[in-house]
């Protein structure tokens, strides 16, 4: 096994530059407490809490500048995460812009969903909600619940912000090839997150993997959140056979009795080799 693997590496969790509760420092802060080793800070589609940082000199734990892409893949939603970026590469800020653009539109559209249902004020409280950060669905759901139209956040986004089906265009998003391109050309690491999380069969999560693998992508999620041990088996399985290494985090957003903590979550097995090997 090789002695990275015994590190308490998170590498993937979100501060309040998007859907997170935390700030930056306060999630560097609650790391730091929880015996995190390395942290990537992976926002989605923007690496405003990684700039936060920057200045901040640190003891521990070591940062990894991160980022959470939406992509698409055939015809679903798929989220890249990019480890050890340049979070100032032009070709990944140009990327960035264009996803805040796309994730605008997109909560406009939903405002306007919710208005034709009777709900109106959502895209205010929503960008109340979400700060200086962009805009996101949960910013939405957190609204619905708070003015009591809908009772929890599950049942906010069942009914009202379209589940699992994406509201919008999918072809807004970037493609799995030029999602990989943005971060290779801030030197990152593709990793593909939390494979199992698609619903996808055996089958196309093999396919996604294939085609993740030929794009350029270097690592896949072995561990993301809460699993069975199974899952990570089948997981480590993949990367073993596409010779992609291995990520892991909590895609922690706020403390949570329901969610894991930060750094709180499985080790990877010892027959992949972790992403952070090199930089450890
Ligand atoms: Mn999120
Ligand atoms: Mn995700
Ligand atoms: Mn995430």
């Known amino acids: 096994m090789s002695p990275a693997a ?17 700030s930056p420092t306060a999630l560097v802060r609650r790391a730091a407490a929880r015996g995190v080793d ?13 700039l936060a940082l920057a200045g901040d000199s640190l003891s521990a734990p070591r940062l990894v500048p991160g980022i959470e892409l939406t992509a698409r893949w055939r015809r679903i939603v798929i989220h890249v995460v990019g480890l050890a970026i340049d979070p100032v590469a032009p070709p990944l800020v140009a990327g960035c812009a264009r996803q805040a653009a796309t994730r605008e539109r997109r909560a406009r559209l939903i405002d306007q969903r919710l208005v034709r249902q009777g709900i109106e004020g959502a895209y205010a409280g ?13 910013h939405f759901a957190a609204f ?5 139209a809908a009772r929890s956040h599950n049942e906010a986004f069942s009914r009202f912000l379209g589940g699992r089906r994406e509201p919008g265009r999918l072809d807004d998003w970037p493609t799995l090839g030029e999602a990989i391109g943005w971060i290779a050309a801030a030197g990152g690491v593709a990793v593909l997150a939390h494979p199992d999380k698609y619903g996808l069969t055996l089958t196309r999560r093999h396919e996604l993997f294939t085609d993740f693998a030929a794009a350029g992508g270097a690592a896949a999620e072995v561990v993301c959140g809460r699993q069975t041990a199974q899952v990570t088996d089948e997981l480590a399985r993949l990367c073993q056979r596409h010779g992609l290494r291995a990520s892991r985090g909590s895609d922690f957003h706020a403390p949570h009795p329901h969610a894991p903590d930060l750094g709180a979550v499985a080790m990877l097995p010892a027959s992949v080799e972790p992403v952070w090997s090199d930089w450890i």
């Open 6 to 22: 015994e590190n308490n590496a998170d590498l993937h969790c979100h501060s309040d530059a998007s859907d997170g509760a935390l």
């Open 38 to 50: 390395l942290l990537a800070i992976t926002d989605h589609d923007t690496v405003d809490g990684v």
């Open 126 to 138: 929503a960008r109340a909600r979400a700060g200086t950060g962009v805009v996101t669905r949960p």
């Open 144 to 148: 619905l619940v708070e003015t009591g």
